[in-house]
């Protein structure tokens, strides 16, 4: 009998000293997380344009995740949004997991409220810092509801101008808030990630700029505080991946915020524009995994998405994002790390690199395809979903 595509590039991977059944394995523990939020009508400070279809609340979101999960067999993780899902929360818990999904970190904004315009956690006026300790509570009661493991803290504080605030007395606010928080989450057996953003709302200093002040306020909490990475928060040329493998090392990397960029926080699909750099975030999760000391930790990273799609359709591009993922997962996991290894102890610097490289040019779309097989599922997901009943129903949504 002829042998399959897939045989025929197993018998290479093996060649290589890559054991495919563990890597098969692996891609099932490879946990998704879909935000609800890029299901619906979104855009720019502009404008939203809206599409025929889009969800309008949180449980057509939660119907439009399941066709992710359908067809990918991942992302049946889906992370909730306040103020933006607002609902009834039991009834909500009870429609995620009748579909056999769960719920993933519930994220928060406070920045849609008047009394927010000079900041929130790190407001100068404590009643607006007790305005906001409460709203973070209120979220923290919420995830402990639907039973939602973490929380995702983003803050839209900062300043525009030199000589607006005081950083040390805004530190000091931020602290205490975040710390009130903090508790409560503990209380409730929620996770407390810290998410930072170098630039907006504002544009002259943000109270948590950077993975280095984050990672200063989880240490200043607790155990249970980690950092989220947003893939569009950081300036040109920084190196994300080394920022990942730090966290990881310090037990602190909580969460990921997956999207692709061009200019800034574009919220892209992963991978449409670098490649690379997904495959090498993802590489240092998987090396992490492969380390007896940060095992844990690393396969504890929550791989979240997070993306509000401008002009893109919403179902097939969540679904692209996440085969991206999986894309990039899989090669990390194709990398010869013993012979890597030893070609960076032997200084072999383009060995080192065409080793890594070799990884990332391999074609693993024919391992997705087993693994979705294995999984009961045949076929391309786009195409699939595109070609579906739900598809043409979806823009028939009033
Ligand atoms: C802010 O840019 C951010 O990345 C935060 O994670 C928000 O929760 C999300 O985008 C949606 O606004
Ligand atoms: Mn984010
Ligand atoms: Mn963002």
Not at 188 to 211: A, R, T
Not at 254 to 280: E, Q
Not at 312 to 319: L, T
Request: charged letters at 25%; proline letters at 2%; hydrophobic letters at 35%.
């Amino acid at each position: 009998m002829d042998r399959t595509g897939f045989e025929i590039l197993a018998e290479k991977l093996e060649k290589n000293g890559i054991d495919v059944e563990w890597v098969l394995r692996e891609l099932d523990q490879l946990l998704v997380e879909v935000p609800s939020w890029g299901f619906s009508k979104s855009g720019t400070r502009f404008f939203s344009f809206e599409q025929k279809g889009d969800a309008r609340d949180f449980f057509e979101r939660v119907d439009d995740c399941e066709q992710v999960l359908k067809y990918t067999g991942k992302g049946g993780q889906i992370c909730m949004h306040i103020p933006w899902d607002q609902c009834d929360y039991k009834a909500a818990r009870e429609y995620v997991e009748e579909k056999g999904m769960t719920f993933g970190t519930l994220n928060t904004n406070m920045f849609q409220d008047n009394d927010f315009r000079l900041g929130t956690l790190a407001n100068s006026d404590k009643k607006i810092r007790k305005k906001t300790v409460d709203t973070l509570n209120h979220c923290i009661d919420v995830a402990h509801t639907v039973g939602a493991k973490s929380l995702n803290v983003w803050t839209i504080d900062g300043s525009d101008i030199p000589g607006q605030n005081d950083y040390r007395m805004r530190r000091k606010w931020m602290l205490e808030s975040l710390k009130e928080g903090y508790d409560h989450a503990v209380s409730c057996g929620v996770q407390y990630n810290i998410e930072y953003k170098l630039f907006e709302p504002s544009s002259y200093h943000m109270d948590i700029p950077d993975w280095g002040t984050a990672l200063y306020y989880a240490s200043r909490l607790g155990e249970q505080a980690k950092v989220t990475v947003d893939l569009g928060h950081h300036a040109f040329g920084v190196n994300v991946a080394q920022i990942v493998s730090l966290l990881i090392d310090e037990q602190r990397l909580g969460a990921f915020h997956l999207n692709d960029n061009v200019c800034a926080d574009d919220d892209l699909i992963p991978g449409t524009i670098n490649p690379l750099r997904l495959f090498a975030i993802e590489n240092e999760i998987v090396a992490g995994i492969c380390e007896k000391e940060t095992e844990s930790s690393a396969r504890s990273v929550l791989q979240g998405l997070d993306i509000s799609f401008y002009i893109e359709p919403k179902v097939e591009a969540m679904i692209l994002s996440v085969v991206n993922l999986q894309t990039a997962y899989a090669k990390a996991l194709l990398v010869n790390r013993k012979k890597l290894q030893q070609l960076q102890l032997d200084n072999d610097i383009l060995g080192a690199n065409q080793c890594l490289m070799q990884a990332y040019h391999t074609d693993v779309s024919l391992l997705l395809e087993e693994w979705r097989n294995r999984h009961g599922i045949q076929g391309d997901p786009y195409t699939n979903y595109i070609h579906s009943e739900y598809f043409a129903d979806r823009k028939k949504r009033g």
